[in-house]
């Protein structure tokens, strides 16, 4: 646990300004991200360092692995086009059982962050920081401290499941002595730290906004990670507002909860405009830049 790095700069020889990708918060909509993996890969811009929180920690970490978006695209389509192995997987990495709620004690649908990523990884993620192609932070939130904990060495698997150990879901981590949730709780879009001279920081925000109002009553599960949502949003918002990102990216999708993992064909096909945003974007900036 640690500050973050100090990035090699992807392109020294050109003097151009290194690129800090850096993925935020959001759930299911946090697909989102993939197409603007895409986009630099289109246009062969390689990230200095790559940071996420929760989703985007672990859509990160695989493109840190040296994975291509349009590789990340079919692993998600492939995963979740099959319902019943979705489900059946989930229910292998799940802790507690029904019987435990029944007599006080647990929480019958907890999930081991570690053993869901180790089922829907793609095979090419490595087990440890130092075998990433980029260098690669992930977001978690000291539960005890209150505070925001930048995991950039050792294991990666337990650091990204901590990042996304959203309470009352996802197990907590235990690491190096601290009890870590959820990077959401504390700085879902993590930008703020990495803002220097010679730098473009593209931080790329998939929180949800508010909805048209209506009177329907949330089910428990979705009340929940509704909460969560409403969090994410508000805080990225005001940290937006105090100190933007060199560029920032809005791709999350409309309508889409925290856990439609299974309209991952449907979120990725909405998100396609924001490609375009990405590469003109980031063209603009290394020209003002360059």
Same mark, same amino acid.
């Given at each position: 646990?640690? !500050?973050? /790095? ?7 020889? &050109? ?13 299911? +909509? ?16 390689? /990230? ?34 099959? +319902? ?13 059982? %029904? ?15 570690? *053993? ?12 440890? %920081? $130092?075998?990433?192609?980029?260098? %690669? ?10 505070? #925001? ?25 235990? @690491? ?9 709780? @504390?700085?879902?879009?993590?930008? $703020? ?19 048209? &109002?209506?009177? *329907?009553? /949330?089910?428990?599960? #979705? ?14 918002? !005001?940290?937006?507002? !105090? ?18 993992? %299974?309209?991952?064909?449907? @979120?990725?096909?909405? &998100? ?10 980031? &063209?603009?900036?290394?020209? *003002? !830049?360059?």
């Amino acid at each position: 646990m640690s !500050r973050l /790095p100090s990035p090699t700069p992807s392109r020294p020889a &050109s003097g151009e300004p290194e690129l800090v990708l850096v993925l935020g918060a959001g759930g299911a +909509r946090g697909l989102s991200h993939i197409p603007v993996l895409e986009a630099l890969d289109e246009l062969g811009v390689r /990230p200095a360092l790559i940071a996420g929180c929760s989703m985007g920690a672990i859509v990160g970490a695989a493109y840190a692995a040296g994975l291509s978006g349009k590789e990340l695209r079919e692993h998600v389509a492939l995963t979740f086009r099959d +319902r019943a192995r979705v489900i059946a997987r989930l229910l292998d990495a799940r802790i507690g059982k %029904f019987t435990d709620l029944m007599r006080g004690l647990g929480n019958p649908v907890l999930i081991d962050g570690e *053993r869901m990523l180790d089922l829907f990884w793609p095979e090419a993620v490595p087990d440890r %920081f $130092d075998q990433l192609q980029i260098p %690669f932070a992930a977001l978690a939130t000291d539960y005890h401290l209150h505070a #925001e904990v930048l995991l950039r060495d050792g294991p990666l698997t337990p650091a990204v499941a901590a990042s996304l150990a959203i309470p009352g879901l996802i197990r907590p981590v235990v @690491i190096d002595g601290h009890v870590l949730i959820d990077g959401g709780a @504390i700085n879902p879009l993590p930008y $703020d730290r990495l803002l220097a001279p010679g730098r473009i920081v593209m931080a790329v925000d998939t929180s949800a906004p508010a909805t048209v &109002s209506e009177t *329907r009553i /949330p089910e428990p599960l #979705e009340a929940m990670l509704g909460v969560s949502q409403i969090l994410t949003r508000t805080i990225v918002q !005001r940290m937006v507002e !105090r100190q933007p990102p060199d560029i920032l990216i809005r791709a999350g999708v409309d309508g889409i909860g925290g856990l439609d993992f %299974f309209k991952a064909q449907a @979120i990725l096909e909405a &998100s396609a405009p924001v490609k375009d945003e990405v590469k003109r974007r980031l &063209s603009q900036a290394l020209e *003002r !830049r360059g």
